[in-house]
């Protein structure tokens, strides 16, 4: 799961400067639809003034070629002890316990997220409010319809992802599928993989990546960027575990430094949520006259689908 600014963050690979705001603007009426470019054209001035993927003017920003489209101002970023309360208070309020999630182009989605302290497993009430995040996290993404989706999108302070339907396979350190079925009645209790603090340590080679269409949850419908991703990664994280009345010791330990091998989709989820992690999307993988337009309403290709995409 680019606003019609697209204002665009420099991946670590990508060209050591952003193009003038000019020069985006015109790249993007290449990229839209031929009946929004007038708009867009007529409307350049409400764009001139924004400096930056960060600047606040961008909150609850609304563009006029995108009507049914408003951006976000979530408030934070929060740190885990402000979202625990947060969740406790829309709990209250009869609002659930799923998270708000943020639109682009807000610019909290710009902000990379922080790792997770170790003592957030080591004392049993840290460890408590750190998994009724992750729960929440989990519950949102199925809420959303969303493969995977990242604490920082929504407005957490906290390097913590959800990938559902990946398992680590005991003594396999393999991530595997473990349905496939979007209305599973079992979803609540089975499957997803919770990574605290993921890093990749290990990728396949470059002659082996993979094309992904890809959309995104947080970006206007329609929006999709072709990109390249590692075929196969191994990622270091530190696993939710459970607190048992032991202390939390043992293989299961809160805290426990794990890898996992994801190939596939579960990879491609993987990288996509890990950038969202370090506050990178999408639209910052591809020159933005390169942005795929899909107006037919259907679903994205290679799985990638509204119902099937990423958050």
């Keep these: 799961?680019?606003?019609?600014?697209?204002?665009?963050?420099?991946?670590?690979?990508?060209?050591?400067?952003?193009?003038?705001?000019?020069?985006?603007?015109?790249?993007?009426?290449?990229?839209?639809?031929?009946?929004?470019?007038?708009?867009?054209?007529?409307?350049?001035?409400?764009?001139?003034?924004?400096?930056?993927?960060?600047?606040?003017?961008?909150?609850?920003?609304r563009h006029p070629s995108l009507p049914d489209w408003k951006g976000t101002a979530?408030?934070?970023?929060?740190?885990?002890?402000?979202?625990?309360?947060?969740?406790?208070?829309?709990s209250d309020d009869g609002g659930g316990t799923a998270l708000p999630m943020a639109k682009y182009p807000d610019p909290i989605l710009r902000i990379p997220s922080s790792p997770v302290p170790l003592s957030a497993f080591r004392r049993r009430s840290h460890w408590r409010r750190l998994r009724s995040i992750a729960e929440a996290l989990k519950r949102t993404a199925r809420e959303e319809g969303a493969v995977g989706l990242a604490a920082q999108q929504c407005g957490i302070d906290a390097s913590l992802i959800f990938i559902d339907g990946a398992v680590s396979a005991a003594g396999t350190g393999k991530?595997?599928?473990?349905?496939?079925?979007?209305?599973?009645?079992?979803?609540?209790?089975?499957?997803?993989?919770?990574?605290?603090?993921?890093?990749?340590?290990?990728r396949s080679p470059e002659s082996k990546m993979k094309v992904?269409?890809?959309?995104?949850?947080?970006?206007?419908?329609?929006?999709?960027?072709?990109?390249?991703?590692?075929?196969?990664?191994?990622?270091?994280?530190?696993?939710?575990?459970?607190?048992?009345?032991?202390?939390?010791?043992g293989d299961d330990a809160p805290g426990t430094t794990r890898r996992i091998a994801l190939s596939g989709e579960f990879a491609r989820c993987a990288q996509h949520e890990m950038d969202h992690d370090r506050g990178v999307l999408i639209v910052d993988h591809v020159p933005l006259g390169e942005l795929l337009w899909r107006d037919d309403g259907g679903s994205g290709v290679d799985g990638h689908g509204n119902g099937n995409g990423n958050g």
Excluded: M
């Excluded at 970023?77 to 969740?87: I, T, V």
């Excluded at 599928?177 to 990574?195: C, Q």
């Design 175 to 202: 991530g595997v599928a473990k349905r496939s079925s979007r209305n599973d009645e079992r979803r609540d209790d089975e499957g997803g993989i919770f990574l605290v603090n993921p890093r990749i340590v290990q």
């Design 74 to 90: 979530l408030p934070g970023p929060l740190s885990l002890s402000q979202a625990h309360h947060l969740l406790l208070a829309r």
């Design 1 to 61: 799961s680019s606003s019609l600014i697209l204002p665009t963050a420099v991946a670590p690979a990508a060209i050591a400067a952003s193009p003038s705001e000019a020069d985006a603007d015109a790249r993007i009426a290449k990229a839209l639809p031929s009946r929004h470019r007038r708009l867009h054209d007529e409307n350049i001035a409400t764009a001139s003034g924004i400096r930056g993927i960060r600047d606040p003017r961008l909150r609850d920003y």
């Design 212 to 249: 992904w269409t890809e959309e995104c949850l947080v970006l206007p419908p329609g929006f999709r960027a072709a990109l390249l991703r590692d075929a196969e990664i191994v990622v270091e994280y530190e696993s939710l575990g459970r607190w048992d009345s032991e202390g939390g010791r």
